[in-house]
């Protein structure tokens, strides 16, 4: 059976004045029909850059798409010219982005952003474009959607603007939905509504979801499959359960272990991740978690483990991975490095 | 350690403080003028904070959380005197701080520091990071230029940055290490009572651990009293000892943390610790959670009365009319207060 999307070792690289920045270095995926994916990793893992390179939007220079594949259905989106991309972007692939306040114009009325889009990609006169736009409103929750088609993003509220966006990502009946962290600006009450409406949406519609997030916590009881990026990198890739149960990378592992539970008495101290952020100006030779790895073993040095199957459908990039898929750990030494 | 003795012996120092208070807070209001025309007529007033009180015991972590604009981050402002009170007071020990001179201020503050949020605006980008740590012992006269260094390099060791760094400049550092120096600046002055306005919320996951480890580790070896103010209520609970919620400038729900994590009494309470999404698929799966409906109304023209009835499902008409009292629910030595008419319906 074939795949919805396949993106198979995309490379990103932004040429900077520092030097050559690896965003992104050779990430392989696939995301079924009405499938839900979550990206997740802190800042510098690549997660938004590879979501933008495969919808094209790469500021070039100083970035650069240097190889790889992105299939939708059978067509390689790297290969399109600029004007077919327009076509695939917010028609097949929408995207929500984290700021609400800064993705919409200032100075257009909601109506006329919404409508842009709906005519282009739909072919639709004013007239139907607008009760389009008013449908998609009211769907997302937003009361009088009609009147409030003529009304500028700052007369609404943050979580109102984010709904905004997302009735604006599905207007044209996408495939796909990306959604950049579209809840991070949000307070936790809100960011409760975004999500409960997406997963209604998700239900009523049924297009993919890729989720892209620093939080393991949002995404946990909303997508089925999660992959993990560290510096350029996926470093482990499952279904929602094996990678929050049966966890098998070291940076999954510390990740999950440095925040405390909020349903537990139990006060016991924080395991944090030692040492620093990975460095993007250095080409990877070595695993690039080693540096930061208590698991870390001398081949870990001198190799970058490849992303290889550990169970069906379950992956990590990590010589240990076997080991720490079994149970293996190792507490922090005593007098923990800062 | 030495800083340990210091410190123990600074807090003796206070005078006459009561029982085990640090600080006071009692009925503290911040309202922001809202001013529009051409002669900047007061038209309305912004009631950031309205009518908050509650006690720090020396030593011990009060937590502070609540969504942004409920006022937490201007009720620690307010209390440090960094913007003055609309109405109420604050003492610190027996002084009480909110009518002294702003020479008498400077001592106090001695006593009191602050750490923020961003560790990319809040240092200078133009001073080393020996000068940046070493500023506010010269603003208050402590010591000579060479016990200063020497006092720069023991608070680097302290934080768990290397003191040969004194001389780099804050775009040198990472944003963990940057806060790290943003502590190492609260410290300086030896204080015994530290407010640490969202310290985390701008790192990395990966790197907020660290921090909150640091912090507490400072807290026993020095001996401090944190107010920490902050939206990630996982964290809170980590790391308080008591937590106040609050919500639209005022406290609605105060006490031991397992109490009002585990047994929340205030619906506000209630949704907000819902909302929190859990790391864990299967506890996800299993969770129910309670969707606040709109948004949090304008802090210039709050509900009248209880100020959470346009959100509450259990709101009533008495909700509408009288303003809850605030209510001890738990014991002396375990207390959980709360503001809230049906807070009986809760507590089974």
Redesign the interface.
């Known amino acids: 059976m074939s795949h919805l999307l396949e993106v198979k070792n995309l490379v990103t690289r932004f040429y900077t004045e520092d030097g050559i920045v690896h965003a992104v270095n050779g990430i392989s995926y696939t995301l079924d029909e009405g499938e839900s994916m979550a990206i997740v990793g802190?800042?510098g893992s690549g997660k938004s850059v590879s979501v933008l390179s495969v919808m094209g939007l790469i500021p070039s220079p100083p970035g650069k798409v240097e190889a790889g594949e992105v299939i939708l259905n059978g067509r390689d989106l790297l290969k399109l010219s600029p004007e077919e991309m327009r076509h695939i972007r917010g028609k097949e692939i929408a995207m929500v982005f984290q700021d609400p306040m800064t993705s919409l114009n200032p100075v257009l009325t909601i109506g006329r952003q919404m409508t842009e889009g709906i005519e282009l990609h739909l072919g639709l006169s004013k007239e139907e474009a607008s009760q389009r736009a008013a449908e998609m409103l009211s769907l997302v929750g937003i009361p009088n959607a009609e009147d409030r088609l003529n009304d500028y993003p700052h007369q609404f509220?943050?979580?109102?603007r984010q709904r905004i966006g997302i009735a604006m990502a599905l207007s044209c009946n996408p495939t796909i939905l990306i959604a950049d962290e579209p809840t991070t600006a949000l307070?936790?009450?809100?960011?409760?509504?975004i999500?409960?409406l997406v997963k209604k949406l998700k239900e009523q519609l049924g297009m993919a979801i890729i989720w892209i997030t620093?939080?393991?916590?949002?995404?946990?009881?909303l997508v089925e499959k999660v992959a993990v990026m560290y510096a350029g990198f996926i470093v482990e890739m499952g279904s929602?359960?094996d990678v929050?149960?049966d966890t098998s990378h070291p940076y999954t592992l510390?990740?999950?272990e440095?925040?405390?539970?909020?349903?537990s008495?139990e006060?016991r101290?924080?395991?944090?991740?030692?040492g620093?952020?990975p460095d993007l100006l250095k080409e990877p030779t070595q695993c690039p978690f080693a540096p930061?790895c208590r698991y870390a073993i001398d081949k870990c040095w001198e190799e970058n483990p490849p992303l290889v199957a550990i169970a069906p459908n379950h992956t990590a990039a990590c010589w240990r991975a076997e080991e720490i898929h079994e149970g293996l750990r190792i507490d922090l030494p005593a007098g923990?490095p800062? | 350690m030495s800083e340990a003795k210091t410190a123990t012996a600074q807090n003796e120092l206070i005078p006459g403080t009561t029982k085990d208070v640090l600080v006071r807070v009692q009925n503290l209001k911040k309202y922001f003028p809202i001013r529009r025309g051409v002669l900047r007529r007061q038209v309305g007033a912004v009631q950031a904070v309205d009518g908050v009180s509650f006690e720090i015991r020396r030593g011990e972590t009060l937590g502070l959380v609540g969504e942004s604009g409920c006022g937490k981050s201007t009720t620690g402002r307010t209390i440090l005197q960094l913007e003055k009170p609309t109405g109420g007071q604050v003492f610190f020990g027996d002084q009480e701080l909110t009518n002294m001179s702003s020479s008498e201020l400077r001592k106090a503050r001695r006593h009191m520091q602050m750490i923020f949020q961003d560790p990319y605006a809040s240092l200078n980008p133009r001073m080393t990071v020996g000068n940046i740590i070493s500023e506010p012992l010269e603003i208050h006269n402590i010591g000579n230029a060479a016990s200063r260094k020497e006092r720069v390099q023991e608070l680097l060791r302290l934080v768990g940055l290397n003191p040969y760094f004194i001389n780099r400049y804050p775009h040198e550092f990472s944003g963990g290490q940057r806060q790290r120096i943003g502590i190492a600046r609260a410290l300086a002055t030896n204080p015994s009572f530290i407010v640490a306005d969202e310290p985390i919320s701008a790192l990395d996951v990966s790197i907020q651990a660290q921090v909150v480890n640091l912090l507490e580790d400072l807290k026993q070896e020095l001996g401090l009293t944190y107010l920490f103010i902050a939206h990630d209520l996982s964290m809170v609970r980590y790391i308080s000892d008591r937590v106040a919620v609050m919500y639209l400038g005022r406290i609605v729900e105060m006490g031991h943390r397992d109490e009002v994590y585990d047994h929340p009494l205030h619906p506000y309470t209630q949704a907000l610790l819902s909302a929190i999404p859990i790391p864990d698929p299967d506890k996800e799966a299993r969770r129910k959670r309670i969707i606040l409906e709109g948004d949090v109304p304008s802090p210039a023209n709050p509900p009248a009365a209880c100020r959470f009835h346009t959100r509450c499902s259990y709101a009533t008409d008495i909700c509408r009319e009288v303003d809850p009292e605030f209510r001890n629910f738990g014991t002396d030595s375990r207390e959980h207060w709360v503001a809230c008419h049906h807070a009986e319906k809760f507590n089974d």
Not at chain 1, 157 to 160: E, I, K, L, P, V
Not at chain 1, 187 to 193: L, N, R
Not at chain 1, 214 to 221: I, T
Not at chain 1, 269 to 274: A, K, Q, S, T
């Open positions: 802190e800042s509220s943050g979580g109102q307070d936790v009450t809100i960011q409760a509504q999500i409960d620093h939080d393991l916590g949002v995404v946990a009881g929602v359960h929050y149960k510390g990740l999950l440095s925040i405390p539970k909020i349903d008495k006060k101290r924080l395991i944090p991740i030692p620093l952020p930061r923990e800062a």
